[in-house]
Structure formats: structure tokens, C-alpha cells
């Protein structure tokens, strides 16, 4: 018979390595999200007018 904290241990490096592996992946998003964002200030199109316009619609 398996004891209880062998399972209870197993399912909570199972739920830390997943954790682990979804703040890694939400790091990324970050980053490139950031990028994107920085790139909306330097790249902003020409309005008419010569206005600069923004890049975003809001």
C-alpha cells in the first residue's frame, strides 16, 4: 500500500513545474507585448495635416 504523502508530494511538484512552466511562458508574452508597445511610440503613422497620429484607435 502506497503511503499518503508519497501522491501528495508528487501532485505538488506536478502543480509547481507547471506553474513554473506557465510563468516562464507569460514572461515571454510580456516581453514581447512591451515590445510591441515601445515600437507603437517610435513607428507612429502620419496623420493628415502633417499631425503625427497614434497608432492605437482609442
Same mark, same amino acid.
Do not use: N, Q, T
Given at each position: 500500500? !502506497?503511503?499518503?504523502?508519497?501522491?501528495?508530494?508528487?501532485?505538488?511538484? @506536478? #502543480?509547481?513545474?507547471?506553474? %513554473? +512552466? !506557465?510563468?516562464?511562458?507569460?514572461?515571454?508574452?510580456?516581453?514581447?507585448? @512591451? #515590445?510591441?508597445?515601445?515600437? %507603437? +511610440? !517610435?513607428?507612429?503613422?502620419?496623420?493628415?495635416?502633417?499631425?503625427?497620429?497614434?497608432?492605437?484607435?482609442?
Amino acid at each position: 500500500m !502506497v503511503p499518503i504523502p508519497i501522491p501528495l508530494v508528487l501532485l505538488v511538484a @506536478l #502543480i509547481l513545474f507547471g506553474a %513554473g +512552466f !506557465v510563468l516562464e511562458a507569460l514572461w515571454w508574452i510580456s516581453a514581447i507585448v @512591451l #515590445i510591441v508597445w515601445v515600437l %507603437g +511610440f !517610435v513607428i507612429r503613422l502620419s496623420g493628415s495635416g502633417g499631425k503625427r497620429g497614434h497608432w492605437y484607435r482609442w
